[in-house]
């Protein structure tokens, strides 16, 4: 049993007696399934039935550190093949989101090493990846990937539509001096840029929830630069929700009202601060929430097409 275990868990006929195996099985014996299997975690993995007793499997470890250490340090070898495969990310998800925080730190580390954020594309399963491991890793983690950004590598992510969203992630980890330096060495040369286009500009406003101490360089940028921000209607969203919704110090906001006193644009502005911006909302890009609305939509559908395709397969093979 023990040297054909890995090949019952993608054997639909015979794959139930696994399934009874793990529900019964105590926390030694579930230690010793993930030391059979650990070898042949990438075939179980990325097999659209394999992978649905696996995902059972590890939630099953949840409460038992030495099985689920054991399938983590296997997943942490195949990353790359199963942060591209549907069914390989899927599990690797189940391994990260698990109580155990060495676990997940492991899993993190592994998709931080693997999947760079200024080297991403469109590929919606490995930037699910990306944003549940910058949900769970480290302080430190978050720092170094703010210093590896320069600005034009900035640029590229924030103008970016997928991409920009993995940075709103790296913006809410924000928490201290070090990492608030870091990122204004990179922002702040293109702050202005970014704040006249629409997707980067939707991407900056996740920077007025986090620390005061951490985003006060953006609004003295903006008392300094207020002319700017109070002449378009896009770049003028950033300072409205800087002043009506972000987290900085009120006297810096004061003096940004008061700097908008002396533009020419001042009545106007004034206006829409008073009575908000309904009817002059020009960032209908695509939100974080509609955004998992879409990708929850595309994941239940696959999953249907996979129970469709299994049972399929189990009427063939009876």
């Known amino acids: 049993m023990k040297s054909i275990l890995p090949a019952y868990f993608i054997d639909i006929p ?19 399934i993930a030391y059979y299997i650990r070898n042949s975690i990438d075939k179980i993995a990325t097999h ?67 999947l760079k954020i200024e080297e991403m594309g469109d590929q919606v399963m490995s930037n699910n990846l990306l944003r549940d491991a910058l949900l769970v890793c480290s302080d430190e983690r978050i720092t170094s990937i703010l210093k590896s950004l320069t600005p034009q590598k900035l640029s590229s992510v ?35 840029e970014m704040a006249k286009s629409k997707i980067p500009n939707r991407s900056m406003q996740r920077l007025f929830s986090i620390n005061s101490d951490c985003n006060k360089f953006i609004y003295q940028f903006m008392r300094e ?15 409205y ?11 810096e906001k004061e003096a940004i009202r008061d700097a908008i006193k002396n533009t020419k644009t001042y ?37 249907e097409e996979g129970e469709s395709n299994e049972k399929k397969e189990e009427l063939v093979s009876s």
Request: net charge negative.
């Open 14 to 32: 015979k794959s139930f007696l696994v399934k009874r195996l793990i529900v019964h099985c105590d926390g030694n014996q579930l230690a010793d």
């Open 48 to 114: 659209y039935h394999g992978s649905r007793l696996l995902e059972g499997f590890i939630q099953r470890c949840y409460d038992h550190p030495e099985a689920l250490e054991t399938i983590c340090k296997s997943l942490v070898k195949d990353m790359s093949l199963l942060a591209n495969d549907s069914h390989g990310s899927h599990i690797v998800q189940i391994a990260i989101r698990s109580p155990n925080e060495k676990c997940s730190k492991m899993i993190s580390d592994s998709i931080l090493d693997s």
């Open 158 to 192: 924030l103008q970016h539509k997928v991409l920009s969203i993995n940075m709103e992630y790296v913006f809410s980890r924000i928490n201290n001096e070090e990492q608030s330096l870091s990122l204004k060495e990179s922002l702040m040369p293109i702050f202005l």
């Open 225 to 239: 630069n207020v002319e700017k921000f109070v002449t378009e209607i896009i770049p003028f969203l950033l300072l």
């Open 241 to 251: 929700r800087a002043l009506n919704e972000g987290e900085g110090n009120e006297n």
């Open 267 to 303: 009545s106007w502005a004034n206006d829409k601060l008073q009575k908000g911006l309904e009817g002059y909302q020009p960032l209908k890009e695509l939100s974080l929430h509609d955004y998992y609305e879409r990708m929850a939509s595309k994941e239940k559908r696959e999953s």
